[in-house]
């Protein structure tokens, strides 16, 4: 069973610019959720897609935003990056709601904004 | 925010000693999971103790959980090398569709 898979790994954007992040979940898992992780916040919270729908948002501002297809994939984009954005992405997928079961995480993408 | 808080933030230990690490969290809870991190790659699953569960065991990890002091533990008997890593503890929200994470605990075992 392939795991989830995160693309790219690796990313150098400028500040400006906008990135999309992308996530392809375990097949038949139908949750995926986004943190993000820095050395200073630790693992935060950014959304939960489910069928489809956000069920749940995190602390952050506009400029990030997600979307989950009908295939279960996700993609999460960030508009007029900021330096503060320099971030590994993680995404994880889930059967059922992350809070509620083993949730397993893709290896992230490492974000650097210059 | 955050809602747990991991203790200690790092830990040295021999290889082949126990390691225990604590987390406290703040609000009521479904289930707390603990989970791994190697070098800043992907988190992976350890063990999910529901709020009313006081123990749980898989393999050479025990975790326990006091919801009246909302606290958790997780020891890790026998260590080895390979167990260093970051061990964070993770709670849901009154939702149970996000998970919470605390702080982390930096594990290193020495040879």
């Known amino acids: 069973k392939a795991g989830v898979t995160q693309t790219p790994r690796y990313l150098i954007k400028t500040r400006g610019q906008q990135v999309t992040l992308s996530c392809s979940p375990i097949?038949?898992?139908?949750?995926v959720s986004w943190y993000q992780q820095t050395p200073g916040q630790g693992l935060q919270f950014l959304f939960e897609y489910f069928s489809e729908t956000q069920r749940n948002k995190g602390n952050f501002p506009g400029r990030f935003s997600g979307r989950q297809f009908s295939n279960s994939r996700s993609e999460m984009n960030v508009s007029t990056l900021e330096l503060g954005d320099s971030a590994l992405y993680l995404c994880?997928?889930?059967?059922?709601?992350?809070?509620?079961?083993?949730?397993?995480f893709g290896q992230g993408t490492r974000l650097t904004v210059v | 925010s955050q809602q747990g808080e991991e203790d200690p933030q790092a830990l040295s230990i021999q290889e082949g000693e126990n390691a225990t690490m604590n987390c406290s969290y703040k609000?009521?809870?479904?289930?707390l999971q603990w989970y791994r991190q190697n070098s800043g790659r992907g988190l992976v699953h350890l063990i999910l103790i529901r709020s009313n569960e006081r123990e749980k065991h898989s393999g050479r990890l025990r975790v326990t959980l006091d919801t009246s002091k909302k606290s958790s533990s997780l020891l890790i008997t026998a260590s080895r090398a390979a167990d260093t890593a970051s061990y964070f503890c993770?709670?849901?929200?009154?939702?149970?569709?996000?998970?919470?994470f605390g702080s982390g605990t930096r594990l290193s075992i020495r040879p």
């Open positions: 097949s038949g898992h139908r949750s």
């Open positions: 993770a709670t849901d929200d009154s939702s149970a569709s996000k998970i919470i």
């Open positions: 609000t009521s809870i479904n289930n």
């Open positions: 994880a997928s889930s059967l059922g709601p992350a809070g509620n079961t083993e949730a397993f």
